[in-house]
């Protein structure tokens, strides 16, 4: 069945340091990718979303970019701010509703240091 | 910002007690997902709804939650006996639809079971 992977649970950086935080999936058919961010006591929210291979997408000064070739969506950022800190999922859909809900990752806690 | 509601924001129930909460979607939208967000802030789906319909749901909800979508009144997710391990923050988000529609999400309902 689909999967999504995020292989890092912490990340930690200094303010104005680059990051990007890994995502691949796997599915049989074609994919639609987010990435979902969660601020301490508030409610997930959409960060990005692509279904385009080799295409760029950005939002708020973070992008990522789909590519099907080796399934993955990394999320990306050249300058974090204190203000970045929070939880980030990557999730997966599909485009032939062979499952109706989206799948999530296990999230990557951000945590920006001054 | 989204506009899911979702009452009450925090529930503390006895083992075997009903626990009960209510979410208000998005106006216009039809699809209802219910997830359960445990303390390693790992999501697990419970079900979702297309309008008044149940469109998957896991075996474990099945089993023990009661869920329902009436036309005009809030969604709600019940749990019928309470145990310690359903102690988590249930999240529910809406959609335009499945497959590539993102996901918009409430605030949750944090179930503490004693």
């Known amino acids: 069945g689909d999967s999504v992977t995020q292989t890092e649970g912490l990340v930690t950086l200094t303010k104005g340091l680059p990051v990007m935080l890994n995502c691949t999936y796997q599915?049989?058919?074609?994919?639609?990718l987010f990435w979902y961010v969660q601020h301490l006591n508030e409610a997930p929210k959409l960060l990005l979303k692509s279904s385009t291979d080799n295409k760029r997408t950005e939002h708020q000064g973070f992008y990522a970019t789909l590519h099907k070739s080796s399934s993955s969506f990394h999320l990306q950022k050249s300058s974090v701010q204190l203000s970045d800190s929070a939880l980030y999922f990557c999730?997966?859909?599909?485009?032939?509703?062979?499952?109706?809900?989206?799948?999530f990752g296990t999230g990557t806690k951000l945590q920006v240091v001054p | 910002n989204s506009k899911v509601i979702q009452t009450p924001r925090y529930l503390v129930k006895g083992q075997g007690q009903k626990a009960k909460m209510r979410c208000i979607p998005e106006?216009?939208?039809?699809?209802v997902f219910w997830y359960q967000q445990n303390k390693n802030n790992e999501f697990k789906f419970l079900i979702n709804?297309?309008?008044?319909?149940?469109?998957?749901q896991i075996d474990m909800t099945e089993k023990r939650f009661s869920a329902e979508c009436p036309s005009n009144s809030p969604c709600s997710l019940e749990i019928q006996s309470s145990e310690a391990g359903d102690s988590a923050l249930y999240l529910c988000?809406?959609?335009?639809?499945?497959?590539?529609?993102?996901?918009?999400f409430g605030p949750g309902t944090r179930l503490t079971v004693l």
């Open positions: 106006k216009g939208h039809p699809v």
């Open positions: 709804f297309q309008n008044q319909e149940v469109l998957q």
């Open positions: 599915t049989t058919y074609s994919p639609f």
């Open positions: 999730a997966l859909s599909d485009r032939t509703n062979s499952g109706t809900y989206q799948r």
């Open positions: 988000a809406s959609s335009l639809g499945t497959g590539g529609y993102e996901q918009y």
